[in-house]
């Protein structure tokens, strides 16, 4: 043969029986076929054999497998991030003349994505008060396709009567979707919850050291998968098996962190909660979230993002200076990683209530507590 050839030759020189602990990362977009009758285009790869990389290679099918175990969905499709994860459900749960409902303290994007492009193909996507429980009911149209809960929610925290929108909704045959990435998929039981689909930010938790974007969608049964795929594959929502990878060795050590987060996060959160330039800190674990009494019978336990407002006489500008003046906590948006990070809203957007600029998040990493506390009463300081 030519060496030319040679060069191209993809069948393997080395022995093929490495066993790992460690899931391969597996590279490629073409499969090869046995013959021509095995060739299959499918999306569904988990079911009917592997088809074309754009719908996982084994890195991402085995991350998608796992979280499917992890979350006891019927199967679980892996998407470039969380945001991608939220864009698939609103195309696939909604179409010209929908309607779908999304609490007013949703990721920002996702309300972005309601005003945005689900009004450009004429679906109405109606805010709601996260707080409204069964009182859901009464927003309930005849066209109604969609209700999405996050709880809690981004930045203001409010944790759903999860429970009582699945029920109101699935009365009148509804489906009902959660961003369920404050919990890792683990800290609320979303399927046991009757969710029908549910979301995370794969970039948060299980990823965990702020070096991925990945998002997951896990269907509660047969009929979501089949409702998701095929949008799935006509978005083509590709991920990286080198992401897939690390996610893989992020969810392996998930366990250790989430409760050495949760620890530090709880001695932060109690600290601020008595300090006297300090309004009222927004933690799922503390009497002072709105919605506490539902993360007390729903959840397993929480996690290291968490606010908290300043008193009145603390100015927008202090806040600022409050946040710039912090050494160890970095400034920054997303969460769930090993870094603290600390960031002001100066223009939450939810109605009947205005910050005025003294509303701040922080997500507690794995530095130890007590420095984080020194890091921020230093910065207070400046308050006396
Ligand atoms: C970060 C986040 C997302 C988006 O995730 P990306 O991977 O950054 O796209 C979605 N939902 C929630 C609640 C988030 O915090």
Request: proline residues 5%; contains cysteine.
């Amino acid at each position: 043969m030519d060496w030319r050839t040679k060069l191209l030759n993809p069948d393997p020189q080395a022995r093929r029986d490495y066993v790992s602990l460690a899931t391969p990362v597996y590279r490629g977009s073409t499969v090869v076929f046995e013959n021509q009758a095995a060739v299959n285009d499918g999306w569904d790869q988990a079911e009917n054999g592997y088809s074309y990389g754009l719908y996982g290679t084994p890195t991402a099918l085995e991350l998608a497998a796992r979280i499917a175990y992890l979350e006891s969905a019927h199967r679980t499709l892996v998407v470039p991030g969380g945001q991608a994860a939220i864009a698939l459900v609103y195309m696939a749960y909604c179409q010209a003349g929908s309607h779908a409902l999304v609490p007013i303290s949703a990721y920002g994007p996702n309300k972005e994505m309601a005003e945005g492009l689900m009004r450009g193909f004429n679906v109405e996507v109606e805010p709601y008060d996260p707080l409204i429980g069964a009182g859901i009911s009464e927003l309930i149209k005849d066209n109604t396709t969609l209700i999405w809960c996050e709880s809690p929610g981004s930045v203001t925290m409010e944790i759903q009567d999860v429970p009582a929108i699945v029920k109101a909704a699935h009365t009148r045959g509804v489906s009902v979707a959660l961003d369920n990435t404050y919990a890792a998929g683990v800290l609320f039981d979303a399927f046991a919850f009757n969710v029908d689909v549910s979301v995370q930010a794969l970039t948060k938790y299980i990823g965990g050291h702020s070096d991925i974007l990945l998002g997951s969608v896990s269907a509660r049964d047969a009929n979501a998968y089949k409702a998701l795929g095929p949008v799935y594959r006509q978005l083509g929502l590709a991920v990286s098996p080198d992401d897939c990878s690390l996610a893989l060795r992020g969810l392996q050590t998930l366990a250790v962190r989430l409760s050495q987060l949760e620890q530090s996060t709880l001695q932060v959160a109690n600290w601020l909660s008595i300090h006297s330039s300090v309004d009222a800190v927004f933690h799922p674990a503390l009497p002072s979230c709105p919605g506490h009494d539902h993360w007390k019978r729903d959840f397993t336990g929480s996690a290291s993002v968490f606010s908290f407002e300043f008193k009145e006489h603390i100015t927008a500008q202090q806040a600022i200076s409050f946040i710039d003046s912090l050494t160890l906590f970095k400034i920054g948006l997303s969460w769930g990683g090993v870094t603290s990070l600390a960031v002001v809203y100066p223009d939450v957007d939810r109605p009947n209530k205005d910050y005025g600029g003294r509303l701040v998040r922080l997500n507690i990493g794995l530095e130890a507590a007590d420095d984080l506390i020194s890091d921020l009463d230093s910065a207070m300081q400046a308050f006396n």
